[in-house]
């Protein structure tokens, strides 16, 4: 069973940067397509990014396209949210997760998944 350890939240302003990782427990982490998704307070959980397990294809919801970036880096078993221009819609806890499936819109399938990282924007 895949474990997965997000980090990198935190507070900031309107405007600033975050960088959330994500790393896997184990090498099959390379075998697996990897998504981020958020859940704001009273809100239900959204799609924010995916990336392929060839690190080149990803998917981003409308909401962060242009202003948010996701990577990978498999040797380190780690994926990455790069989150630029934050807004206080952005405010809310971003969990990791893996995925075999690949090709809907978004992609679903995700069966192993982390706690979470809190991200509070301030207007």
């Known amino acids: 069973q895949v474990q997965l350890v997000e980090s990198g939240g935190g507070t900031v302003q309107s405007g600033d940067s975050l960088r959330l990782s994500c790393t896997s427990s184990d090498r099959t982490f390379g075998s697996y397509h990897a998504g981020w998704f958020r859940q704001a307070p009273g809100k239900e959980r959204e799609f924010v990014a995916a990336i392929h397990w060839n690190g080149q294809d990803t998917y981003l919801s409308d909401s962060v396209m242009g202003r948010f970036t996701i990577s990978r880096e498999n040797t380190k078993d780690t994926v990455y949210l790069q989150m630029n221009n934050l807004k206080a819609a952005d405010t809310a806890v971003y969990y990791c997760?893996?995925?075999?499936?690949?090709?809907?819109?978004?992609?679903?399938?995700?069966?192993?998944w982390g706690r979470g990282t809190q991200v509070i924007v301030f207007s």
């Open positions: 997760a893996l995925t075999l499936n690949w090709g809907s819109r978004p992609p679903s399938g995700f069966r192993f």
